[in-house]
């Protein structure tokens, strides 16, 4: 399938590059191209950040009525194109059909969600002690905000990050991963079918210099967001104080724990534990990373894990209708096979997989690692990949110490009946999520890490918080 070309959107039109230049998208699936994007240029992004602050001037000026309706209007065009945007991300990631639903979905909901949850923040009164003063709390809208987003979820990243910022009355520039621009270029031409306000939404992608680090140095921006690596978050951070004093909020990287106790469900953990790994081939930011299992339930686990992964289908498309699809990239391939060698250097065993497909594609096989030295250096890696490491603990003790020995704080996962176990885990695990004996994720549930896994939470009420500047009011009665 071949998607044609597609335009950079910035104030309100579809534009090519002021240079001409395009981007190959090639489907990770088997490799062929796809696409072609514009490749936007520093003078295209200096354009689209003069056109966001025009548009927020504009849009946050609207009442909070007119601009649900400009929302709801995008949403439902949004459902109208939704096959399309389904296969764009099945092509653009090499994501399998079913995943696709939950992209769409996730950029709906937040939409719906923000334009309704906005209503309902209040002007905060504050009381005088004195009883000479009247305060209040009064909230505005920050300004421009620029979103960089990662590749894995293309469309739930977009949404995370749209929702809140035409809610709360910001425009906003979105710079998708080179991985999987097609869906965001693609929401861009369904903004531009509807006369959606000008400037309000931009999107474009570009090489890091011309792109990125033109957005971040001029003093335009004043919310800088990011769903990436804990890496690029310092290099933005780095780049956006040059010229002025910005907000960032950042949900990076994770190095999640799922911890199994011997009076779990161990059906119900290993069955929770294989679908977060074999579920978008591994690329979630909140996958269990490190498994770690009671000595008692190990050889169990190992067994029940392993015959999961060897049922496993990995291919493409719908004809295939597999169970896990491609990684996204070849670089991801270097990088996991990378990783898995330096288990068994470490002292791991092998017990299923590790090693690529031999096919079209950048496919990885489902892999099942015994890693018996508990202090080896990779566990202190994301794998972002449908590699699960399994190390032994005995007691409640020792694996808060292992589970606690990273530098990321996103995700955890405890499985256990005991609630004593439960609450020790809730006081002392330092993760921003800790999800008991099941998992769940939402727009309404608030997302976001401790650490070095970011600041600012995404997805709930709380998220809008990061839109909004607060301004006392004090006034002589």
Not at 230 to 236: F, P, V
Request: glycine share 8%; charged share 20%; proline share 4%.
């Amino acid at each position: 399938m071949n998607f044609g070309l597609k335009k950079l959107y910035i104030n309100g039109q579809l534009i090519d590059s002021s240079n001409g230049d395009t981007f190959d998208v090639v489907c990770p699936g088997d490799e062929k191209k796809i696409a072609n994007i514009a490749w936007a240029t520093a003078e295209d992004t200096n354009k689209a950040l003069w056109s966001a602050q025009a548009g927020f001037e504009y849009w946050s000026a609207l009442s909070t009525d007119d601009r649900k309706a400009w929302i709801n209007k995008l949403r439902d065009k949004i459902i109208d194109h939704q096959k399309l945007l389904r296969e764009s991300i099945m092509y653009e990631m090499g994501k399998v059909w079913t995943g696709t639903e939950e992209d769409l979905t996730s950029l709906t909901n937040s939409l719906a969600y923000y334009a309704d949850e906005v209503e309902k923040r209040e002007t905060e009164k504050l009381v005088d002690k004195e009883g000479t003063h009247k305060h209040n709390m009064v909230s505005k809208p920050i300004g421009v905000v620029v979103a960089f987003l990662a590749y894995n979820f293309p469309l739930l990243n977009l949404g995370f990050k749209l929702g809140p910022a035409l809610a709360s009355g910001c425009s906003i520039i979105i710079k998708p991963s080179e991985f999987s621009p097609l869906s965001a270029y693609i929401i861009g031409e369904i903004c531009a079918s509807i006369d959606f306000p000008k400037g309000v939404i931009n999107i474009l992608c570009g090489d890091v210099e011309h792109v990125g680090k033109v957005l971040c140095e001029s003093r335009i921006p004043k919310l800088i967001t990011l769903i990436g690596s804990t890496n690029t978050a310092k290099k933005l951070m780095i780049q956006g104080s040059h010229s002025s004093l910005k907000r960032y909020s950042m949900e990076c990287g994770g190095n999640a724990p799922f911890i199994v106790f011997p009076d779990a469900d161990l059906d119900t953990a290993i069955a929770h534990g294989a679908a977060l790994k074999i579920g978008n081939a591994g690329q979630i930011c909140v996958a269990p990373n490190r498994f770690f299992i009671h000595t008692d339930i190990i050889d169990q686990f190992l067994k029940g894990m392993q015959k999961k992964f060897e049922g496993v289908n990995v291919g493409f498309g719908l004809e295939a209708n597999p169970d896990m699809g491609p990684l996204a990239n070849k670089q991801s391939i270097g990088k996991i096979s990378k990783i898995v060698s330096a288990a068994m250097n470490q002292g791991g065993e092998l017990l299923f997989g590790g090693k690529p497909l031999d096919r079209s594609g950048y496919y990885y096989e489902p892999t099942l690692i015994h890693l018996k030295n508990k202090e080896a250096e990779v566990l202190q890696d994301e794998v972002f990949g449908p590699v699960a490491m399994v190390v032994s603990f005995s007691t409640k003790e020792e694996v808060l110490e292992l589970s606690n020995n990273t530098s990321a704080g996103l995700a955890s996962y405890v499985y256990t009946k005991d609630d004593a176990k439960i609450q020790f885990f809730i006081d002392q695990l330092e993760f921003g999520e800790i999800h008991i004996n099941g998992f769940k994720f939402d727009i309404y549930l608030p997302h976001g890490g401790i650490k070095d896994s970011g600041s600012g939470v995404d997805c709930s009420p709380l998220a809008l918080d990061e839109y909004f500047i607060q301004k006392r009011v004090t006034q002589l009665i």
